[in-house]
């Protein structure tokens, strides 16, 4: 991460003794001289960042999100490019795909190297180790929230690391036993952290009360989800940018409206042996326009590509559309620029999360080495939680209403197309409002399944199974088939 300054690969891995797949089980059990760590507050900074480390591998829960979803294809260069991704698309991925089982270790990964700093959390006092020990766990829920979005029963592991045997005694938890875990992680993280970091990409208050929020408004508490997200948006030091074609470009990271941001840079090289290895946002590479030869971006895999479906969701007059979706033939006959089509072409690109022509000379492979942050959590998702929270939970849908019309008057411009609906129809203002303000920002399918509208809009999709993925086949095989698999797989 550029602004934690991640260059302890060496230490990380005397630490953890983790694989480059970063496996959920790949953890050893005799991790050598573990217990005569933790001894400065140097050593609990480091391990920290380490923990923070894992949230740029979330570049694939992002754009699965969207191509899971009916905003996006799969594309590429053809069917057989990334099967996993492409199986995903059409809904037809089994408990063998690479890709469900990437993120199924990398997100335990970063669990575990929180944990490794929470099962010694007692062991050296300085001054500053609570707000260390809040960052440590506010990123084990941010990383237990991803398990439960994607898998729903997951191991639940505490305040230790979960080694290399544990595996044969911890069985899958009840999600709502997870989510009590990461609701205490982040009320915790609430009341220990600042608004305000002097390093940007270091969780905050701010962070940890929009996720407590989310994880509210996912179990459908809406009056707890109101509350927190309202004393959010009262007293944070948050606000929407005026240009949202700015959030999105390189001076735009970590701006007014960042609640939280995934930290990447053009420093580290990798390859794709070892994708969670790169400190660039890999998605972005892998959401480029093939072959481009012209200004302002520079070439991709052709991945990702948006459906006309998401294009003509844009009302008349949405700013937002032209910053979400580039036209590519459009772009062509204006600037001249040339392109090469790939699989599933629909003449669209994520223009948000598309590589920009850059000065400077990246490490390795430029397409893996991306800086552009990802906004994991910005306050128009905050508004539109709120939004959702008051008029779901019947609670005060003139505060719905405001919070709504809050987002849209920046797209339009005007007042004009504030919305003045009720009840059902509110709502489904506010999902079609989540749609565009989000689009392309991997929120999309876990909106659709949370809201059951996912067997309505997905093609393929089968209710009752694809509302969770499948628990990799090899985690069970490992754990002596003890764990049962999700339904339908």
């Not at 990398?106 to 707000?131: C, H, P």
Request: with cysteine; proline share 2%.
């Amino acid at each position: 991460m550029k602004n934690l300054n991640i260059k302890y690969l060496v230490i990380l891995i005397l630490l953890l003794n983790t694989s480059c797949s970063d496996d959920f089980v790949d953890v050893n059990s005799s991790v050598e001289n573990s217990e005569d760590y933790f001894n400065t507050q140097g050593d609990y900074e480091k391990a920290l960042i380490g923990a923070y480390d894992l949230l740029q591998s979330t570049y694939l829960n992002v754009m699965l999100g969207e191509i899971a979803s009916d905003n996006t294809l799969a594309g590429g260069e053809s069917a057989t490019d990334v099967t996993g991704i492409q199986e995903v698309d059409k809904m037809t991925h089994t408990p063998t795909n690479q890709q469900l089982r990437d993120i199924w270790g990398w997100m335990f990964s970063g669990v575990n190297r929180a944990n490794y700093i929470l099962e010694f959390q007692n062991k050296t006092d300085f001054t500053g180790k609570t707000e260390i020990i809040a960052q440590a766990r506010f990123l084990r829920a941010y990383y237990y929230f991803e398990l439960v979005k994607w898998f729903g029963d997951v191991p639940l592991v505490v305040d230790k690391r979960f080694l290399f045997g544990d595996q044969f005694r911890v069985d899958r938890t009840p999600k709502v036993q997870v989510y009590a875990q990461i609701e205490q992680d982040l009320i915790f993280a609430t009341e220990n952290l600042p608004y305000v970091q002097l390093e940007s990409g270091r969780v905050t208050k701010g962070a940890a009360q929009a996720l407590l929020g989310k994880a509210y408004l996912y179990q459908e508490k809406f009056s707890d989800a109101a509350i927190v997200l309202e004393d959010l948006t009262l007293k944070g030091p948050y606000q929407l940018v005026t240009e949202y074609n700015t959030i999105f470009e390189e001076n735009g990271k970590n701006n007014t409206e960042s609640v939280f941001e995934v930290q990447y840079s053009e420093q580290e090289g990798a390859g794709f042996g070892c994708l969670q290895c790169s400190e660039g946002n890999v998605a972005v590479g892998f959401s480029g326009i093939r072959n481009y030869n012209g200004p302002n971006f520079s070439s991709g895999f052709s991945f990702n590509v948006p459906t006309q479906k998401i294009v003509d969701a844009f009302e008349t007059g949405d700013s937002r559309k032209d910053v979400a979706i580039l036209d590519i033939s459009a772009w062509s006959t204006q600037t001249g620029a040339t392109y090469s089509t790939g699989f599933e072409h629909t003449g669209y690109f994520n223009r948000k999360y598309i590589p920009r022509v850059r000065s400077s000379e990246a490490q390795g492979d430029r397409n893996l080495t991306n800086p552009n942050n990802y906004r994991s959590i910005r306050f128009a998702d905050v508004l539109l939680m709120a939004a959702e929270a008051f008029n779901r939970g019947n609670i005060d849908e003139s505060k719905a209403q405001l919070y709504l019309n809050r987002v849209r008057r920046r797209a339009f411009g005007d007042l004009l197309h504030d919305v003045t609906t009720t009840g059902s129809s509110l709502t489904n203002d506010i999902y079609h409002e989540r749609r565009v303000e989000l689009a392309g920002e991997g929120h999309r399918f876990f909106d659709l399944v949370r809201t059951g509208k996912a067997a309505q809009e997905i093609n393929g999709f089968v209710a009752g199974k694809n509302e969770l993925f499948p628990i990799p086949s090899i985690e069970i095989q490992l754990a002596g088939n003890r764990w049962a698999q999700n339904p339908g797989y």
